[in-house]
């Protein structure tokens, strides 16, 4: 059974992407400790949330403009 959206204070629900970095790593081409640079940049500006093999999209609208 797929796991509910978690929903923030204003009831919104945020899609989770439920991979490791280094499995998105290696779907993307590169290496484990640049995807989690990157990934710790874009959790600081508030467009992701990072746990444990799951990464939660906070922001999809602006991390798609930041992924060109």
């Not at 874009?42 to 746990?51: E, I, K, P, S």
Request: glycine share 8%; charged share 25%.
């Amino acid at each position: 059974m797929p796991r509910p959206q978690p929903e923030s204070c204003d009831g919104t629900r945020h899609p989770q992407i439920t991979l490791t970095h280094e499995q998105l790593a290696a779907l993307a081409g590169t290496s484990r400790e640049t995807c989690t640079k990157v990934l710790h940049e874009f959790a600081t500006r508030g467009l992701l949330r990072l746990a444990r093999g799951r990464i939660t999209v906070l922001d999809p609208i602006h991390l798609r403009d930041e992924a060109g």
